[in-house]
């Protein structure tokens, strides 16, 4: 089940969505797709989640950006069909404006699905 983010309110308790799904069918302008979805605006980004399905063919790599900084969020995330990976952001503050995926290469079968984990942190 892909979720959304629910409350940004809480401090100190760590928060995953989905940010979005990249596939063959997705509408991509030079192997991007942007996603009309801002992440939580006043938290920081622990970290990216790429999960490509066993059946993924294609992309060998990921980038996440924020729509105006390509690789604002994560850079070059390894792909490998089948299996999880966690890129740490370091706790980026997250700005407003949509999210962007890009793959290094089109993909002809399968999907990946992002994920973000952000944190309230007020000091």
């Known amino acids: 089940m892909n ?3 629910f409350d940004t309110g809480t401090c100190g308790i760590a928060l995953t969505g989905h ?6 069918d997705s509408k991509a302008n030079e192997k991007a797709v942007v996603f009309e979805k801002a992440l939580p605006v006043g938290t920081k980004l622990v970290s990216v989640l790429a999960i490509p399905t066993e ?5 060998t790599k990921v980038t ?3 729509g105006s900084t390509e690789d604002a969020y994560a850079k070059d995330v390894a792909l490998t069909a089948g299996k999880a990976v966690v890129s740490d952001a370091g706790y980026k503050d997250i ?7 890009k793959v290094d290469e089109a993909i002809s079968a ?3 699905d992002v994920f973000a984990t952000v944190i309230r942190l007020d000091v």
């Open 3 to 5: 979720v959304d983010f």
């Open 19 to 24: 940010i979005g799904t990249v596939n063959k």
């Open 55 to 59: 059946d993924m063919k294609g992309a």
């Open 64 to 66: 996440v950006g924020n």
């Open 95 to 101: 700005t407003s404006g949509t999210v962007q995926i």
């Open 110 to 112: 399968g999907a990946v």
